[in-house]
């Protein structure tokens, strides 16, 4: 099983609700990865996760949490969004730090 | 000056023909991946690199640690081929762990 899902595929929510994007991972990689991506542009890391543990955090709003329940699932929360930050939000994962990165299909959130 | 540089920023081309899509890097690194993402989809790995040169199907890849370059080859082509083609470069050092810096792509269209 070579694949990351992510759930849901669309998000549609309003700058006042709390949401939760899910990531899956049963390769066994270490590593886990949220990334950020805007229309034309190329993905923009926000964290990554390190056997469980966070080990980059790229100065990310605290609007967003990440969390990882355990080595294969990873989650990132949602709160008191902008339209700004309305994206395609990716996970990824790899065995570990330097490895090839296997990423999602993404999640399209759009915030009103 | 962006740390990596790709070219064509956008490549037009003929079903058949050979395509190359070239990648300069300022920095030091540890690997460097060739990614696709298809119109809407999720990002796709092709090829990490660290020397010489690697092959798979119709797709080679080359890089030239001395001169900080890469090369993404595409033998003939196909409309299947349509997509955005990334390079990404994972910097070397400890604290670069899982991170990756990305070109900002390079939009393929091919034509039957």
């Known amino acids: 099983d070579t694949e990351v899902t992510q759930t849901p595929k669309h998000l549609v929510m309003g700058m006042t609700n709390k949401k939760s994007l899910k990531c899956e991972q049963h390769?066994?990689?270490?590593?886990m990865y949220w990334y950020k991506q805007k229309a034309k542009k190329p993905p923009e890391l926000m964290f990554v996760?390190?056997?469980?543990?966070?080990?980059i955090n790229e100065s990310v709003p605290s609007r967003f949490s990440p969390e990882c329940p355990n080595s294969s699932l990873l989650n990132l929360h949602l709160h008191a969004l902008q339209p700004e930050d309305s994206a395609l939000y990716l996970c990824?994962?790899?065995?570990?730090?330097?490895?090839?990165?296997?990423f999602g299909p993404g999640t399209r959130l759009t915030v009103l | 000056k962006n740390e990596v540089e790709q070219s064509p920023q956008n490549l037009t081309a003929q079903e058949g023909e050979f395509i190359t899509i070239n990648c300069s890097y300022s920095?030091?690194?540890?690997?460097l991946h060739w990614l696709q993402q298809h119109p809407g989809g999720g990002i796709v790995s092709l090829f990490m690199l660290s020397s010489g040169k690697k092959k798979h199907g119709r797709l080679i890849a080359t890089i030239n640690i001395q001169e900080k370059h890469s090369s993404l080859h595409i033998t003939a082509s196909h409309p299947r081929d349509s997509a955005v083609y990334i390079c990404?470069?994972?910097?070397?050092?400890?604290?670069?762990?899982?991170?990756?810096?990305f070109g900002q792509g390079t939009i393929l269209t091919v034509h039957p």
């Open positions: 990404a470069v994972a910097n070397a050092g400890g604290t670069s762990y899982g991170k990756l810096t």
């Open positions: 990824a994962s790899s065995q570990d730090g330097w490895d090839t990165q296997y």
């Open positions: 996760y390190s056997y469980e543990k966070l080990s």
């Open positions: 920095v030091g690194i540890s690997a």
């Open positions: 390769m066994g990689h270490r590593a």
